[in-house]
Every structure is written in structure tokens, then in C-alpha cells.
């Protein structure tokens, strides 16, 4: 059981520190090319993207008690995965690499969920209201 926490643990820290480059990416983009369209929904988007990595690397350092945060982030990832693939369904244009990326999000969404109810031992009722004790 210790070994799969650690697995759990460093999963986690790895995809949080992931999310750097990306909202970096995102926040870069914005402000390298802004446009009335995309500058704000970009440079915020980048940004939440960077405090979510930042939330997981600290949430990381005491699952026991911040299970909450990773729930929450695998519940994004969800609702994220959710939008993409509708909008995949509705509208023309959405790249193959978003839809193939959402799937990875409703891995990770998965993973995170389970995994933080197993290593912690707390029901998803109580971790998704925050209730870790």
C-alpha cells in the first residue's frame, strides 16, 4: 500500500508541475499575439492553469490532508473533457491533438478521483466538500 501512495504522490506532483509549461504556453501566447477575441480568456485561462500546477505540487506534500485540491482538479478535468468532446461533436474545427488530450484529462480526471479516495481512505462525499478529517 506505501509503494502505491508514493506512485499516487509522485503522480501527482509530476502532472502538477506539468501544468507550468502549459499555462505558461497559454499566457505566452496571449500576450505575444492579443487580439480583442483572445487576450483576456487566454492570459486568465494560462493563468488558473499555472495556480492549479502550483495547487497540485502543494497538495502533493500532504495527500492526507489536501486530497481535496486533487479532487477537485481530476473534477475539472472532467468538466474539461466533457466540453471538448461536445464541442468535437457540435462544431467544426476542433483539433484531433484537443480531442486526443481530453481523453488524457479523463485519464488523469479518473486516476485522481479514485486515487485520492484510496491513499486517503475518505469518502469522495467528504473530500469533495473539503472535509479531510
Known sequence: MKNSNNMFKK??????????PIGLGMFYQAMSNP???TFITGAVTGSFILFAGAALVWASNDIQNRA????????????GFSLVQYASANFEGVATEMVAISFMDLVLAIVYIVGSVKVTGIPFSKLIVGRTN
Request: aromatic share 12%.
Open 11 to 20: 503522480l501527482v506532483l509530476i502532472t502538477g508541475i506539468f501544468n507550468f
Open 35 to 37: 487580439t480583442a477575441d
Open 68 to 79: 481535496s485540491i486533487i479532487v477537485w482538479n481530476g473534477l475539472v478535468r472532467l468538466i
